[in-house]
Every structure is written in structure tokens, then in C-alpha cells.
């Protein structure tokens, strides 16, 4: 009896049939990662299909020619994902300047090497697209991602801002962190 091959945990652009398993993956995310109020208000407003519609029309058809999915992918399974891209923050110095808008690591895979590899195909990818320069919103009470990123380089900016949706009471107060990628 031989066993099926293995193949090296690795990271590369997402294809279309992954849309549906990005959709999944962030939809548990949020279920596990965000407030139960925030969580259940927005999954209530977006339901699976029209979110694994937005994923494959982000793969296929990227808002910007320099927007990436690019996904973790442990031996053939897709365990996480990112998207990245031009930064649209007001103070923002265009082409120099990117944004990690969505970072996902299933949380049955966390703590395996994803979320690094994940993390340096992000850098690589900005890198090659010419950015210097990237940043990326996060929870201000996330503790452990926020540890992560300190581990990895980047850090808090002084940019803060509260999100929420107009109906919630919940906001989520979000820093900006950043990282040189020159």
C-alpha cells in the first residue's frame, strides 16, 4: 500500500475554483475572529453565494491591475488566503503604497508556517509590484495577529479609525500597521 503523494505547503495566486472555498474559510473567520454581534450582523446581510461571487470576480477580474488573491495551500487544500493591493487610504502615496485588505488563515491550520509563508508571498508579490511600502487595518484589540506582525516586522503608524455599519451599535476600533518592503 503506498501512500498518495505529498506536496510542499507552499503559496501562489488563488484560481476561480477556489472562490467558493475563500468564501467559506472567511465567512468561519469572521464567525470565530470578530465579535458575535459584529459577526452575526454582517454574515446575516451576505450570504455564501454572493460572497464566493465577489472572490471570483476578484480572481477573475481584479478591480485594479495590481490587486492579488493569492492563497496558503497545505499539500493540495487551500488553508488560507490574502488580498492585496493599492492602498486607498486618503494619505496614501499612490504606486508606492499597498494594502493587505483581507489575511486569513484557518483557524484549525493556525500556528503550522501558513500564516508566514502567507505572509512573505504577500511581501514578495507587493515587492514585485513595485510597491515600497505596505499597510494593513487591524483590530486594535487582535493581540495575538498583532504579536504576529510586531515578529514580523511591521508595526503600528498612529492611524486609527472605528468601523461599523450604520444599523450596528458594535464599531471595531482598527489600527493602521505597517512594513518597509524595500
Known amino acids: 500500500m503506498t501512500d498518495a503523494p505529498r506536496f510542499a505547503d507552499s503559496c501562489r495566486l488563488a484560481l476561480p475554483s477556489e472562490a467558493e472555498r475563500l468564501a467559506a474559510l472567511q465567512r468561519r473567520s469572521w464567525q470565530q475572529l470578530l465579535p458575535a454581534s459584529v459577526a452575526e450582523e454582517i454574515l446575516g446581510e451576505v450570504n455564501l453565494a454572493t460572497m464566493t461571487a465577489a472572490w ?11 490587486f492579488r488573491v493569492l492563497v496558503a495551500v497545505a499539500d493540495t487544500r487551500v488553508v488560507g488566503f490574502a488580498a492585496v493591493g493599492p492602498s486607498d487610504d486618503p494619505d496614501a502615496d499612490p504606486g508606492a503604497d499597498a494594502l493587505v485588505g483581507e489575511f486569513i488563515i484557518d483557524p484549525v491550520q493556525q500556528r503550522q508556517g501558513h500564516g508566514s509563508r502567507l505572509l512573505n508571498a504577500v511581501a514578495d508579490t507587493l515587492r514585485a509590484d513595485g510597491f515600497t511600502r505596505a499597510t494593513w487595518w487591524v483590530r486594535s484589540d487582535d493581540d495575538p495577529l498583532r504579536a504576529f506582525l510586531d515578529s514580523a516586522g511591521w508595526a503600528a503608524d498612529g492611524a486609527h479609525q472605528s468601523v461599523g455599519t450604520e444599523a450596528s451599535a458594535t464599531e471595531l476600533k482598527l489600527v493602521r500597521v505597517h512594513t518597509d518592503l524595500a
Do not use: S, T, V
Not at 56 to 66: G, S, T
Open 56 to 66: 471570483l470576480q476578484a480572481i477573475q477580474r481584479p478591480p485594479l491591475a495590481k
